[in-house]
């Protein structure tokens, strides 16, 4: 065997190597990137369907000043400014493009939940993602992130920005089991220092789908 050829094979043997060690690396970074993937796949695919199930129309709460006149029939309300009450009465009949402030990114599930979740559930990974709302536009909803304008007093700067505004939406990471085949997420709506609903999310694979079994609601303020 001559020196030349000896070269080559010894070279050989060193690309071969160097590509299977990088595809080892390579490997070893899949499934935390691919997991990642899944998760917000699976978000993507559910989260109209909890959206739908989780918020709370504020378009049915008038925020009109009212009095009580007693009449000879008993007592009835009166709208003190008859404008707002037209007003009020006109987004009660439109029910398209009602405008939801969606947190920009999903959470951990918060402490005071944490204790309600089976011990087998876990995240998938410690990752956030932010919700990629360019996704999600329906006719009933016009999804915003909540970081386009910090919320003050009872939401009054969004309700002055957006007459359509119902509400904020948060929402926690997917937690599975260990088979994978079960999972739940934690959901948040605030309307206001005494208006909100806390949620679980119950989904699980049903002949290789995803779906959501049930949201439940955990908590009303």
């Given at each position: ?7 080559v ?5 060193i ?12 490997q ?8 990642l993937?899944f ?5 993507n695919?559910?989260f109209?369907?909890?959206?739908n ?15 009580e ?20 009465e006109?987004?009660?009949?439109d ?28 995240p998938?990974?410690?990752e ?12 009933k ?12 007093d ?7 920005r ?8 948060s929402?926690?990471k ?6 994978k ?5 934690t ?7 005494k ?8 989904l699980?694979?049903?002949?290789k ?12 303020a």
């Amino acid at each position: 065997m001559t020196r030349n050829s000896i070269k080559v094979k010894r070279n050989h043997f060193i690309k071969w190597c160097s590509l299977f060690v990088t595809g080892l690396l390579l490997q070893g970074c899949t499934p935390s990137e691919s997991t990642l993937e899944f998760e917000q796949t699976l978000f993507n695919q559910i989260f109209y369907e909890i959206v739908n199930a989780s918020y709370k129309d504020k378009t049915y709460t008038s925020h009109c000043r009212t009095s009580e006149i007693i009449t000879e029939k008993g007592p009835i309300i009166v709208y003190d400014d008859p404008e707002c009450k037209e007003k009020f009465e006109a987004l009660q009949k439109d029910t398209l493009h009602m405008v939801l402030a969606i947190a920009d990114s999903v959470h951990m599930i918060y402490k005071d939940d944490i204790q309600f979740i089976p011990k087998n559930f876990k995240p998938s990974s410690s990752e956030k993602f932010k919700i990629d709302l360019s996704k999600h536009q329906y006719e009933k909803f016009d999804f915003k992130y909540l970081s386009e304008l910090k919320p003050n007093d009872e939401y009054r700067n969004w309700e002055a920005r957006y007459p359509k505004f119902i509400g904020e939406l948060s929402f926690s990471k997917i937690y599975f089991d260990e088979k994978k085949q079960k999972a739940i997420m934690t959901i948040e709506y605030s309307c206001g220092s005494k208006c909100g609903l806390g949620y679980f999310a119950y989904l699980e694979k049903v002949n290789k789908k995803w779906i959501v079994t049930k949201v439940e609601n955990t908590w009303t303020a």
